[in-house]
């Protein structure tokens, strides 16, 4: 039997709950997609962007290439479908994680010395070094500038605790004591 006509099993390859999130870990079951005013902004801009600009001119490229006769062989056609797929499975993905986005304002706390969602936490490890990240949510922390998501191990220890504590991190290395040295928050605007 010719595999086109074979019907994939539920959960496979046309299972699209985690669209357009590579390596991006699913929230908890019944938690919330919290999510800074900047981070909300820059999803909905590069989910307008998509829309916009980018799937009408793909829309455009694959529509002269399938022109041009046998698609079968025809490159621009099969890439421009292909890419065409990607961009409308990112937009259903930013979609969805826009519709439950819960946008938390980190400058409400501003002078606060308790860990809260969009704090930025000094903690010293055991061995002397300092580390300071930023708990934002789990589409926009970028562990490269410093940040991490409010459901990684790091964060959970630190939410609701307080300048001077110390908390227990589970780490694959087993648990790790951190002190909280500095909490801070942005500067409410205008």
């Not at 994680?97 to 010395?113: T, W, Y």
């Not at 694959?172 to 928050?185: C, F, I, K, N």
């Given at each position: 039997?010719?595999?086109?006509?074979?019907?994939?099993?539920?959960?496979?390859?046309?299972?699209?709950?985690?669209?357009?999130?590579?390596?991006?870990?699913?929230?908890?079951?019944?938690?919330?997609?919290?999510?800074?005013?900047?981070?909300?902004?820059?999803?909905?801009?590069?989910?307008?962007?998509?829309?916009?600009?980018?799937?009408?001119?793909?829309?455009?490229?694959?529509?002269?290439?399938?022109?041009?006769?046998?698609?079968?062989?025809?490159?621009?056609?099969?890439?421009?479908?292909?890419?065409?797929r990607e961009i409308d499975?990112?937009?259903?993905?930013?979609?969805?994680?826009?519709?439950?986005?819960e946008v938390a304002d980190?400058?409400?706390?501003?002078?606060?010395?308790?860990?809260?969602?969009?704090?930025?936490?000094?903690?010293?490890?055991?061995?002397?070094?300092?580390?300071?990240?930023?708990?934002?949510?789990?589409?926009?922390?970028?562990?490269?500038?410093?940040?991490?998501?409010?459901?990684?191990?790091?964060?959970?220890?630190?939410?609701?605790?307080?300048?001077?504590?110390?908390?227990?991190?589970?780490?694959?290395?087993?648990?790790?004591?951190?002190?909280?040295?500095?909490?801070?928050?942005?500067?409410?605007?205008?």
């Amino acid at each position: 039997m010719n595999k086109a006509f074979t019907r994939e099993p539920e959960g496979d390859a046309g299972d699209d709950d985690d669209d357009g999130a590579p390596g991006l870990p699913p929230l908890p079951p019944g938690t919330r997609n919290y999510i800074t005013p900047a981070g909300y902004r820059a999803l909905r801009e590069e989910l307008m962007a998509l829309l916009d600009t980018e799937r009408p001119k793909m829309v455009e490229v694959v529509s002269w290439a399938a022109s041009n006769g046998d698609r079968s062989e025809n490159g621009d056609y099969l890439y421009g479908k292909k890419r065409l797929r990607e961009i409308d499975r990112r937009i259903r993905f930013l979609t969805r994680r826009l519709d439950i986005a819960e946008v938390a304002d980190p400058s409400l706390h501003h002078g606060s010395d308790q860990v809260f969602f969009g704090a930025t936490v000094t903690v010293a490890r055991a061995d002397g070094r300092e580390q300071t990240l930023t708990i934002k949510g789990v589409d926009e922390s970028d562990s490269l500038q410093g940040e991490v998501s409010w459901v990684a191990p790091i964060a959970r220890a630190l939410l609701k605790s307080r300048q001077g504590d110390e908390v227990v991190v589970a780490t694959p290395a087993g648990p790790e004591r951190l002190e909280v040295l500095a909490v801070t928050y942005p500067t409410p605007g205008p």
